[in-house]
């Protein structure tokens, strides 16, 4: 019986010490490898390809400093955030401070980052800093104040923020975007309208991702040297023999330009011409003289002319864009006509190209005939193709490449629609990749649930 006790009593502190040796190695495992799951339906706290690409090449370490107490609104999805930026890269560091609980602190590093506005996050790199506050974080929704209600959070763009102004100190360059003017075209000069096309949005949009823009004329014929991409968006009136080579030259000089052609229906049902048109199809893009039209995506109170797409064949352009959809309220047909070309937005099959403009314009039903394209219909299409150069290039050497993008619609850019559905997504992704900054492309704001946010540490064999 005695050693039969003595069994039970040795087995039962061996038990034990497994039991303790166990709990002590899963937390050494734990505290040391450990991933960070993200319970959030829309993934707010999950970072984008673009930012992780982003934080994996960063050469120069980045300090981030929080002016934020606990109890503003976003504290938590800024503070969860951040730790998401840590965790990807160890060339960020983040210290938060409270204005309440630290006032004297906070004083002392106010002077030395320069900051005078409430609830917000410095970043610097050596001695550059750059500064995202509040109104730069957050959407907000304000319609219910009508009825007493507080605003609330509509969506959180912390890491367009967050991202933008790691790029503004890291980047080594700053690409200048010019916009074509003299045409009619949408304009940084504009201020909005119907028939005063502005395009403030979306330069404030560029800026934040690290770009200068201008306006630019090519009356005289040349562009400048300077110009990194090439934008015309929306002409209303035919270009000159001298612009449209300037255009093509700056192609074919590896230049990179985008192209946002709006159908021009005159009121006898005939399309009015600018003479890029014929260009573009030189360089692998056609461009109907029809409206596309899908009634499988046609928008509610909209007559046919105005479709959301959400069909988005594989491309850098695209990265990043699922489950959005881009609005178009009067679009025209673009067709890839080479190999060096690639559609990347288009219709269902259910939608078509109609060339029956004149009943169109009369309100009256139309139909897929012999006379239409059939769907699906492309309404955007990239280009990348080798520039032909002088003697023999080096077998090592990557062959140079211009880049051209076109649009059959030019309004989805202006003030009037940037900020509808997925239109600002695919606008800051077109010009990164124009910019040739494909590692850049895809971030959008995340929509914020009325529920706690809460975070998992878990021991993994990675």
């Given at each position: 019986m005695r050693k039969q006790a003595l069994r039970y009593t040795v087995s039962g502190v061996v038990a034990v010490a497994l039991a303790i040796a166990l709990v002590v190695m899963v937390n050494w495992i734990a505290g040391r490898q450990w991933v960070r799951a993200d319970w959030t339906s829309n993934q707010i706290y999950t970072l984008s390809e673009k930012t992780e690409n982003i934080l994996a090449g960063l050469a120069e370490d980045v300090e981030v400093v929080v002016f934020m107490t606990s109890a503003t609104a976003m504290y938590d999805q800024v503070s969860e955030l951040l730790e998401r930026y840590k965790a990807a890269s160890g060339r960020i560091s983040v210290q938060t401070i409270?204005?309440?609980?630290?006032?004297?602190?906070?004083?002392?590093?106010?002077?030395?980052?320069?900051?005078?506005?409430?609830?917000?996050?410095?970043?610097?790199?050596?001695?550059?800093?750059?500064?995202v506050t509040s109104d730069q974080l957050t959407e907000m929704d304000y319609s219910g104040m009508q009825y007493g209600q507080a605003p609330t959070m509509k969506s959180f763009k912390g890491e367009e923020a967050f991202t933008s102004a790691i790029l503004s100190l890291v980047a080594t360059s700053v690409p200048k975007i010019y916009f074509v003017t003299g045409h009619g075209e949408a304009s940084l000069e504009a201020t909005g309208g119907a028939t005063d096309r502005g395009l403030a949005v979306l330069e404030e949009m560029l800026k934040r991702d690290n770009m200068e823009t201008a306006d630019i004329s090519l009356l005289s014929g040349s562009v400048p040297d300077d110009a990194d991409v090439l934008a015309v968006i929306g002409p209303t009136q035919a270009y000159t023999s001298a612009e449209i080579e300037a255009l093509e030259g700056y192609l074919e000089r590896g230049g990179r330009l985008l192209v946002g052609l709006d159908p021009l229906i005159d009121p006898d049902g005939g399309m009015r011409q600018t003479r890029l048109e014929a260009m573009l199809g030189r360089h692998g893009v056609g461009v109907g003289d029809d409206l596309v039209v899908d009634p499988s995506k046609r928008l509610p109170f909209y007559d046919l002319s105005a479709v959301y797409l959400d069909d988005f064949p594989p491309h850098a352009v695209t990265s990043g864009m699922e489950g959005f959809a881009i609005l178009f309220t009067v679009a025209r047909s673009v067709v890839a006509d080479d190999a060096a070309a690639q559609v990347i937005v288009q219709t269902?099959?259910?939608?078509?190209?109609?060339?029956?403009?004149?009943?169109?314009?009369?309100?009256?039903?139309?139909?897929?005939d012999g006379e239409d394209l059939a769907g699906p219909v492309g309404v955007a299409v990239m280009v990348e193709r080798a520039v032909a150069t002088e003697g023999e290039a080096s077998a090592e050497a990557e062959p140079e490449t211009y880049r051209l993008a076109v649009f059959g619609d030019s309004d989805f850019l202006t003030d009037l629609d940037i900020a509808n559905a997925g239109n600002s997504v695919l606008a800051a992704n077109v010009f990164n990749w124009l910019s040739a900054r494909d590692e850049q492309v895809g971030i959008a704001p995340r929509d914020v649930e009325p529920v706690s946010y809460t975070h998992l540490t878990l021991p993994t064999n990675a």
């Open positions: 409270d204005p309440e609980k630290e006032p004297l602190r906070t004083q002392q590093l106010a002077e030395q980052y320069g900051v005078q506005v409430a609830d917000t996050v410095v970043f610097s790199v050596g001695e550059r800093k750059k500064y269902s099959d259910q939608g078509w190209a109609e060339t029956n403009l004149s009943m169109l314009l009369r309100g009256e039903p139309v139909a897929l």
